[in-house]
T-cell receptor, first 116, second 114 residues
Framework: DAGVTQSPTHLIKTRGQQVTLRCSPKSGHDTVSWYQQALGQGPQFIFQYYEEEERQRGNFPDRFSGHQFPNYSSELNVNALLLGDSALYLC???????????????FGAGSRLTVL | KQEVTQIPAALSVPEGENLVLNCSFTDSAIYNLQWFRQDPGKGLTSLLLIQSSQREQTSGRLNASLDKSSGRSTLYIAASQPGDSATYLCAVEKDGNTGNQFYFGTGTSLTVIP
């Protein structure tokens, strides 16, 4: 049973460029959340997708956008890249409808983005 | 806004020692608290989940406790091994406007010396 898969694993971009990161959730999961983890910091919540819509959003600018497809996979897009966007981007999946408090997140290995 | 704090930021212990990692959070209205392990450059692996109605959970050499009223959790690791070396993160799940959100601490970096 495959867990959460993310691609690409590493990428390098320059300031002003755009990037798309991809995530396939664990089998049986229908909710995808994206996190940004800067070096030495804990993950910061970007947004969550459920039923192909953005359901929750953290404190990130509109340059960060996403999408969820009918097969529950998801993309994270970042436009007009800044040096400060360099981070590990983590995707986590879970299953909606569980009792609150039983929501175990399953994380992918992440996509390491470096902006030069 | 939920703030999650972990102390110490780093910890180095000799193999075989028992140790305690601490996590505190400012808003006690949480659904659950989870402890994760993160190896360098890797994703997070869930270790233990404690629902808000529970006081503790155990898995092998790991024991996590939760005191919601005081906003604290501890992760106890017994008989530490070099393979336990990693960063340990705690996260709380809280009700958002249209769904739940998870708030993470900054982690404790653990080194177990052979």
């Amino acid at each position: 049973d495959a867990g959460v898969t993310q691609s690409p694993t590493h990428l390098i971009k320059t300031r002003g460029q755009q990037v798309t990161l991809r995530c396939s959730p664990k089998s049986g999961h229908d909710t995808v959340s994206w996190y940004q983890q800067a070096l030495g910091q804990g993950p910061q919540f970007i947004f969550q997708y459920y039923e192909e819509e953005e359901r929750q959003r953290g404190n990130f600018p509109d340059r960060f956008s996403g999408h969820q497809f009918p097969n529950y996979s998801s993309e994270l897009n970042v436009n007009a890249l800044l040096l400060g966007d360099s981070a590990l981007y983590l995707c986590a999946s879970s299953r909606d409808g569980l009792n609150p408090g039983a929501n175990v997140l399953t994380f992918g290995a992440g996509s390491r983005l470096t902006v030069l | 806004k939920q703030e999650v704090t972990q102390i110490p930021a780093a910890l180095s212990v000799p193999e075989g020692e028992n140790l305690v990692l601490n996590c505190s959070f400012t808003d006690s209205a949480i659904y659950n608290l989870q402890w994760f392990r993160q190896d360098p450059g890797k994703g997070l692996t869930s270790l233990l989940l404690i629902q808000s109605s529970q006081r503790e959970q155990t898995s092998g050499r790991l024991n996590a406790s939760l005191d919601k009223s005081s906003g604290r959790s501890t992760l106890y690791i017994a008989a530490s091994q070099p393979g336990d070396s990693a960063t340990y993160l705690c996260a709380v799940e809280k009700d958002g406007n249209t769904g739940n959100q998870f708030y993470f601490g900054t982690g404790t970096s653990l080194t177990v010396i052979p």
